[in-house]
């Protein structure tokens, strides 16, 4: 008993002495966290150093020792902290990371891939972490033997390699002829055809020598331009194109330049079509990949970009579709939208609904396009909201489609098209404006359900599912434009995307119009266009066919229509089925108790059916999800 007692007293004594060093460790960690705020990196490492002193095994101190070594460039330090961390805990993603860039630093190409692998095997949440890291290695490895290569051509005396250093040479020579340098930055590029020439530009200090010139750099920012200085800005695009094409490095180098990244948006600016041609070619070598992506919104201001590339909506050469391709491809881009949504309002909005109101006098492929994008910016729920709270937006919007009753293009018609998309994605927002046009757009979309262009129909029907939602009025007149018999003959024809906007509209419609009712049941003989709705895999379409059904059955004569039909067979399949949607559930149910008081025969298939107790059951179901 002594011997246990003993044991037990030497396991509290140790126990205590543990949570005193854990303690200690942890004010120790704290302090060093703050001289790593501070920039006191030899601080930061003395005090993690005295927590390890203290607790041995404690993970996050040797991460974070690691963290300041990489800072001092002590790689190889801070390697060996990651490994001590992953004796700790196998699984510390942060360990592998720091590793990671610490082999990198090293130029230890396939340890740090593994390292990257690695924290994919433990977490598969962080793929877009390992492709970071991993298209990292690759851009440096990539980067290193193409340097190496570009040596050797220069070591044996290479024309190319040779042209380009002594072309590069007197570029760097002070105060030349403005025409001096627009010749070698020619002939400079013209000499730039591959990898090994664009490496050898870099590794002459190319970028620094053109950016440190003090009459290129003027004449890149200067605002009003002379010809011959036009005619350098021209040359120096031409040559950055081709020492840019596929080399991320080189990309990435440029955008780095001050100037650079200032100018871009005021060439886009300048109104010289040269300049803004080539200026379009040179953005689009970035905007086309994703690396060059994310070069773009990493290392430049975009706010302004929506607008800017936007106006050449009004040009009426390539260089309106050069600009619509940047921006389409720029969507992409999670940040790219946050900066849109910063100038939105002041800037691209007010010039987007300008150009809806003059599309006849602008090119229109490009608008077509540009109303696209747009379309495609409203995923972003603030600019969306921006967008649906803008009267002059939907006014050109309406005067667009207003425009094209009166026959048009079918370049016209593709704006049409887009036009449509935009008003469904900005009709998910609800607000007085929209309630306000609900008339107005519920009208120019029946006005569309003629046309020959059924892409156009099957988006005017969607917009009128949106937006009657939103005006009893804009109900109450769809329903005399005779919306319902439209929807029953396009609900005839069959397709996915009719289907559920035409039942959608029907739903609407027969849920506070009578009229409506009345003519659907006059419309559709014995439901057989609801009845095939209901046989859809479709459970949007089918929680609409029952709930649309459920609202007519108040109508005389409508219940006993059914009767011999499939209808308590279909609907008590669905009442009693799994779906997702608990609506399609609810919506059969009620359909099939209105069914059977409308007309109390066909309770005698629902029994057979066994069909009170599969109701009873399922809605305990519903009810309890």
């Not at 600009?323 to 100038?343: G, P, S, Y």
């Not at 396009?369 to 709270?389: F, H, K, N, V, W």
């Not at 404006?433 to 988006?459: E, F, M, N, Y």
């Not at 005399?480 to 289907?499: H, S």
């Amino acid at each position: 008993d002594a011997f246990l007692a003993m044991l037990e007293k030497d396991a509290k004594e140790r126990a205590q002495q543990r949570k005193r060093k854990e303690q200690l460790a942890n004010a120790l960690k704290e302090e060093g966290n703050e001289a790593f705020r501070r920039g006191d990196l030899a601080g930061a490492i003395r005090r993690y150093s005295e927590g390890l002193e203290q607790l041995r095994d404690k993970q996050e101190l040797y991460t974070n020792r690691a963290q300041a070594y990489m800072k001092i460039q002590e790689y190889e330090k801070a390697i060996g902290d990651c490994e001590w961390a992953l004796k700790c805990n196998e699984k510390c993603i942060k360990a592998y990371f720091l590793m990671g860039k610490a082999h990198l630093a090293l130029k230890h190409y396939p340890e740090s891939r593994q390292c990257y692998e690695k924290i994919l095997q433990i977490d598969p949440q962080k793929e877009s972490l390992f492709k970071a890291g991993v298209a990292e290695v690759n851009l440096e490895e990539k980067r290193m033997k193409d340097e190496e290569r570009a040596k050797k051509e220069l070591q044996a005396g290479n024309v190319s390699a040779l042209s380009i250093k002594e072309l590069l040479q007197r570029l760097g020579t002070p105060g030349q002829d403005i025409l001096f340098y627009t010749g070698g930055i020619r002939l400079l590029a013209a000499v730039v055809k591959d990898c090994t020439e664009q490496t050898l530009f870099r590794t002459n200090n190319g970028f620094s020598i053109l950016g440190d010139n003090g009459a290129v750099r003027g004449c890149l920012c200067a605002e009003r331009k002379s010809p011959a200085e036009v005619k350098l800005c021209v040359s120096l695009l031409v040559l950055w194109q081709a020492v840019c094409a596929g080399n991320e490095e080189n990309q990435r180098l440029l955008l780095t330049q001050p100037a650079v990244s200032a100018q871009l948006p005021e060439l886009l600016s300048s109104g010289i079509l040269e300049i803004q041609r080539e200026t379009l070619a040179l953005i689009s070598l970035y905007s086309e990949s994703e690396s060059g992506r994310k070069l773009l919104v990493k290392h430049l201001d975009l706010s302004r970009w929506l607008q800017i590339l936007m106006a050449f909506v009004k040009s009426s050469d390539a260089r309106a579709g050069s600009a619509m391709n940047i921006l389409c491809d720029l969507t992409a881009e999670e940040r790219f939208k946050a900066q849109c949504r910063v100038l939105l309002s002041t800037g691209a909005l007010p010039l987007f609904t300008q150009l809806l109101a003059s599309a006849r006098q602008v090119n229109l492929a490009a608008l077509s396009c540009a109303i696209g994008i747009m379309g495609s910016l409203c995923a972003d729920p603030g600019i969306r909201t921006q967008l649906a709270e803008s009267r002059e937006c939907w006014q050109g919007c309406l005067k667009l489609l207003g425009e094209s009753l009166d026959g048009s293009t079918p370049s016209y018609q593709e704006c049409v098209f887009a036009v449509l998309g935009l008003m469904m994605n900005v009709l998910l927002e609800s607000n007085g404006i929209i309630q306000d046009l609900a008339v107005a757009i519920s009208g120019r979309c029946l006005a569309l359900l003629s046309h020959q262009d059924g892409r156009i129909v099957t988006r005017a029907i969607g917009v009128l599912s949106r937006a009657l939602p939103a005006s009893s009025l804009a109900v109450e007149e769809a329903v005399k434009g005779g919306v319902v018999k439209k929807m029953i003959k396009f609900l005839k024809a069959g397709g996915q995307l009719t289907a559920r906007y035409g039942i959608k509209t029907l739903c609407i419609c027969t849920k506070s119009s009578r009229q409506a009712q009345e003519e659907l049941v006059k419309a559709d003989k014995r439901f057989a266009v609801l009845l095939r709705l209901l046989e859809s895999q479709e459970e949007l379409v089918v929680g609409n066919a029952a709930l649309c059904l459920s609202q007519c059955l108040g109508v005389p004569g409508a219940g006993t229509s059914l009767l011999g039909s499939s209808v308590v067979m279909l609907l008590l399949r669905h009442a009693g089925g799994d779906a997702a949607r608990t609506s399609v559930q609810q919506n059969a149910a009620i359909a099939l108790g209105k069914l059977c008081a409308a007309e109390p025969r066909h309770i005698h298939q629902l029994r057979k059916l066994n069909g009170l107790a599969i109701l009873n059951s399922s809605m305990k179901h519903v009810h309890s999800s």
